[in-house]
C-alpha cells in the first residue's frame, strides 16, 4: 500500500553502502517527516557532486579541476609518490603533517572475491603516474588488511620491475602501545622488522 | 585539501538518520566512485518525493492523492481507528492480515526529552480524525517502549474524556515464546493481563 514514489524513494536510498531495507524504510519517513530542508539540500547536493566532481588526471583522488590543487602545489615533493586506498586515507596522511609528496589513490584495493583485479582497479594509469620522471620513489599506504596486504605486493612487484624504488609503511606497535594489550601477530611483525636502537 | 562540492555532498549525507562524518564520507566515496547511476536516481527519487508527497489528509500518511487509497477504500471497516507511530508500523499491521479498519499515523510519539509534546505531534488532528461518528473504538498500537506507553496512556485519556471506546493491543509472551527465555517484566504483565482460558 506505499506509494510508487515512497517505495522508489526508499528503493533509490538502498545504493547507499550497509543500507539495508529497514534502514532505508526509516530514512525515507525521517526526511519526508522531519527534515525536507535536509532531502533537498541532500538531491542538489548530489546533483552538483556529478556533474562537477570527477577524478583528478594525476592523483585519481575526487576534484572539479583537471588537475587537483595538490597534485598542481609547487609546494609538494614531486620525487615521493604515496599510494593509497581512498580519499579518506589521503586525509588520514595529510592531518600527520609528516608527509609533503604527492599522492595517488587508487579508490580501492585488489579484492578477488568482490571481483576487483588490477584491470577492474585500472592499475595502468597508476603506472604511466609513476613512469613521471620525478618520481624516485613510491610509498605503499595500503591498509594492513588482507587486501591491503596483497594489493602492497601486486604494487610493489609490478613498480619494482620497472625499476622504481618502493617502500611500505611500518608496521608494529601503535604509539602509547602496550606490550600485554597487543595482538601477537603485531608483536611478532613488529620484532621481525625491529631496527637498530 | 577535499573541494567545496565533496565536503556540501558528506555534510548533506549527514541528514540522514544515525549517520556520522565517517559514513556519510564513506557514502559520498561509494556514491561517486561506484555508483554514479544510483546518486543520480536518489537525487531524483528525493525531488520526486519531495513534490509529490505529503501527508493523507485523513490518516496522516504519506501519499500522492489528498486522501490516501486506504481511507478512501470502501472495503475498510471506518468503524475502527487504529493509531500507529509510523508507517513502517503501518506497513507490519497490514502484515498481519487480521485488521480491516482505518488508520491514524502519529509520525512520532510523546517524547519530553526530544522536546515533542503533544502540540508537536498535532494531537488535534487525531482528535478531529477521532470525532468522524462512524468511529466506534479506538485501538492505540503504539510501541511498548517507555515513551509509545506514555503516548498511549495520553491518548487513551484525551480519547475517553470524549466518549470514545479506547484499547490497546496486547502485551505478553510473544508467539513460540518460552518462559525461561522471556525477560521478567514481559512475565509479569502476561501474568497480570492473563484472561479467561
Same mark, same amino acid.
Given at each position: 500500500?506505499?506509494?510508487?514514489?515512497?517505495?522508489?524513494?526508499?528503493?533509490?536510498?538502498?545504493?547507499?553502502?550497509?543500507?539495508?531495507?529497514?534502514?532505508?524504510? #526509516?530514512?525515507?519517513?525521517?526526511?519526508?517527516?522531519?527534515?525536507?530542508?535536509?532531502?533537498?539540500?541532500? &538531491?542538489?547536493?548530489?546533483?552538483?557532486?556529478?556533474?562537477?566532481?570527477?577524478?583528478?588526471?594525476?592523483?585519481?583522488?575526487?576534484?572539479?579541476?583537471?588537475?587537483?590543487?595538490?597534485?598542481?602545489?609547487?609546494?609538494?615533493?614531486?620525487?615521493?609518490?604515496?599510494?593509497?586506498?581512498?580519499?579518506?586515507?589521503?586525509?588520514?596522511?595529510?592531518?600527520?603533517?609528516?608527509?609533503?609528496?604527492?599522492?595517488?589513490?587508487?579508490?580501492? #584495493?585488489?579484492?578477488?572475491?568482490?571481483?576487483?583485479?588490477?584491470?577492474?582497479?585500472?592499475?595502468?594509469?597508476?603506472?604511466?603516474?609513476?613512469?613521471?620522471?620525478?618520481?624516485?620513489?613510491?610509498?605503499? &599506504?595500503?591498509?594492513?588488511?588482507?587486501?591491503?596486504?596483497?594489493?602492497?605486493?601486486?604494487?610493489?612487484?609490478?613498480?619494482?620491475?620497472?625499476?622504481?624504488?618502493?617502500?611500505?609503511?611500518?608496521?608494529?606497535?601503535?604509539?602509547?602501545?602496550?606490550?600485554?594489550?597487543?595482538?601477537?601477530?603485531?608483536?611478532?611483525?613488529?620484532?621481525?622488522?625491529?631496527?637498530?636502537?
Amino acid at each position: 500500500m506505499n506509494t510508487g514514489v515512497l517505495d522508489e524513494l526508499v528503493s533509490a536510498l538502498r545504493c547507499l553502502p550497509s543500507v539495508g531495507p529497514k534502514s532505508a524504510q #526509516r530514512m525515507a519517513f525521517h526526511l519526508l517527516q522531519r527534515d525536507r530542508a535536509g532531502a533537498d539540500r541532500l &538531491a542538489r547536493a548530489l546533483g552538483d557532486a556529478l556533474t562537477r566532481l570527477h577524478n583528478c588526471a594525476r592523483c585519481n583522488t575526487f576534484t572539479e579541476l583537471e588537475v587537483c590543487e595538490r597534485c598542481s602545489s609547487p609546494r609538494r615533493d614531486a620525487s615521493q609518490l604515496c599510494v593509497v586506498e581512498t580519499p579518506a586515507d589521503m586525509l588520514m596522511m595529510e592531518q600527520t603533517h609528516s608527509y609533503s609528496g604527492l599522492y595517488f589513490c587508487l579508490m580501492g #584495493r585488489i579484492a578477488p572475491l568482490e571481483g576487483v583485479g588490477p584491470k577492474e582497479l585500472r592499475l595502468d594509469r597508476l603506472l604511466e603516474r609513476a613512469a613521471d620522471p620525478a618520481v624516485r620513489e613510491v610509498i605503499l &599506504a595500503t591498509n594492513f588488511t588482507n587486501e591491503g596486504e596483497a594489493t602492497a605486493h601486486y604494487l610493489g612487484e609490478m613498480l619494482r620491475a620497472r625499476g622504481l624504488a618502493v617502500t611500505r609503511i611500518a608496521r608494529g606497535l601503535p604509539v602509547g602501545g602496550e606490550l600485554e594489550h597487543t595482538d601477537i601477530g603485531t608483536i611478532a611483525q613488529a620484532l621481525s622488522e625491529r631496527r637498530p636502537a
